[in-house]
């Protein structure tokens, strides 16, 4: 795959910030992290800041053409390009800053910023957030997905569907701010600016990583037993994740402590865990190194500066509860990988602290929890598209139905799964239903219009009804 020379790009954006089909750039600026499903926007328009967010929103409703805006890009079913065809996509590229209140502990971000570039300029200033892994993901679309960790947002600054800007916090627009932190990706209005709690960075944190034998089935139950069993009763500064696919079976995790403490917080888990087929790594590391080690990034550079690596692949999500997966679940799982036709990674993301902390001003549901399980499914070729996503999807079906809780993450957003209203926003999502008329449907007595014309003047992307 062609990279785009961004650098290029960018100079040639701040003077032509609108880009139709006819464009020769316009089909590099359309691929994004995942290439199984693309869309054409009928154009793209490059915003610098509220005010070109608010006109751009204003021709919208004045063409009665939906738009939608891209953060990082990295919708699993391209909600970032509107999930369809011929919307108009308001990129955010150049809405970047990043202002950093030491004193009060806060952070101003733009909605665009990757996470590679939030981390790096945090860390240049002694802080941290709690968020994803992946250096490329944009802030935007990531925070308004709400967050396991607790990425605690104080308050946004949105364009809403008349292209208004509104203030929201837990006081002002606080119902919008319920709806924004959980189900906030494409549905309410155009976010520009977070502000959000930052931490201090501890001096010292531990990577670690442990690898097992795959092929025995009894060290794997083994296992299983202690990631179900003394994962939840770690603290909230340990974040681990467990990696399942055909060939190999580990732990990757992160202690926001220093080496001793951290073998010694781990001690319980290690006691119980099958001999590891390799030395196990405890590595003291500073918290923005580990992030590096963690994103996988081929180098440095590029977690400052992230790059999309476009590839063809299908994501389902499953939130498992109580006392984690059965025997009978791991082996139906195991099972699956072993014979499957495609390329098939489980990741399991070990919940607890903030995440399970009930928040009446979020709209993240997914609180007694005990991992979320996701499973990704890559591939080579757009010849492969139908089997591969028939297969996981298949296999996704029955294994929720059977073996896991009803709920799903819905940042790994998944246009094959049924009932998804609940399974992303359980019995809340009639009020966000509410929410949403209030502040976008009201449009339609502004500008009337009939049946299903109404809907057109939606700032609302995924998922249509929301
Ligand atoms: C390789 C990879 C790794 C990932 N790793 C993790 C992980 O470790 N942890 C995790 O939790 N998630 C992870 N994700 C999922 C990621 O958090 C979501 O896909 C997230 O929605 C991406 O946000 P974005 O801004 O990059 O995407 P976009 O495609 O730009 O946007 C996603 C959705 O949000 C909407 N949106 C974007 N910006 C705004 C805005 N400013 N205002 C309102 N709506 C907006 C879009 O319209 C779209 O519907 C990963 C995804 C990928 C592809
Ligand atoms: C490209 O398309 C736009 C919008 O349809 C149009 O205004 C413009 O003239 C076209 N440019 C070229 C060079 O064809
Ligand atoms: C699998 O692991 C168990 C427990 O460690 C061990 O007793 C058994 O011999 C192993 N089986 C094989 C086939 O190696
Ligand atoms: C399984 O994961 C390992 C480690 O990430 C990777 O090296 C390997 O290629 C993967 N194998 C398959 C079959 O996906
Ligand atoms: C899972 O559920 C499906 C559909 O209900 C059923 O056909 C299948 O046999 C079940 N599998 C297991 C292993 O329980």
Known sequence: ?????????????????????????????????????????????????????????????????????????????????????????LDLTFVNGITINSEMET??????????NVYNQLNQAGFLIPAGLCPSIGI????????????????????????????????????????????????????????????RTPPQVTYMELAFNRANMTQEYQLFDAFNEVGPLHDDGIALKMRLNKSSLSI?????????????????????????????????QTFYESFETLSKSPNKYEVVNPVHHPNFFKAKSFVVKGKGLTRQAIKVLVDFLNGASCKILASFDLFGGAANVY?????????????????????????????????????GKNFQLNFTSDESYQDFIDRNLDDWQTRYYGNIFGKLVKIKRKYVIQLSSKYPCTGLEKFRYRIIMKYSQL
Request: charge should be neutral; charged fraction near 25%.
């Open 140 to 199: 935007g679309g990531h925070a308004l997905g709400g967050r396991k960790y607790g990425l605690a947002c104080d308050s946004m600054e949105i364009v809403d569907a008349k292209g208004e800007i509104l203030q929201v916090d837990s006081i002002l627009n606080a119902d919008l701010y319920f709806a924004l932190r959980g189900a906030g990706g494409g549905s309410y209005g155009i976010v520009t600016y977070f502000v959000f709690r930052i931490h």
């Open 252 to 284: 990757t995790g992160l202690y926001l402590s220093p080496r001793t403490e951290t073998l010694n917080a781990m001690k319980e888990f290690l006691s119980k865990v099958p001999e590891p087929i390799s030395i196990p790594k405890f590595i003291p």
């Open 107 to 116: 952070a101003k971000i733009g909605a665009r910023n990757r996470l590679g």
């Open 359 to 395: 928040d009446s001003s979020s709209s993240f549901i997914h609180r007694d929890a005990l991992y979320c399980i996701q499973m990704e499914s890559d591939w080579e070729a757009k010849d492969q598209n139908t089997k591969c996503t028939d297969e996981i999807n298949e296999f």
């Open 1 to 89: 795959m062609k990279l785009i020379k961004q650098f290029d790009i960018i100079l040639l954006l701040l003077w032509y910030p609108v880009i139709y089909p006819n464009d020769t750039l316009f089909p590099s600026l359309i691929i994004d992290q995942n290439i199984r499903v693309n869309y054409t926007p009928t154009v793209l328009v490059y915003a610098i800041d509220n005010k070109d967010v608010q006109k751009a929103v204003k021709c919208a409703v004045e063409l009665k053409r939906d738009i939608v805006s891209r953060s990082g890009g990295h919708s699993y079913e391209k909600y970032g390009l509107g999930g369809r065809n011929n919307v108009i996509v």
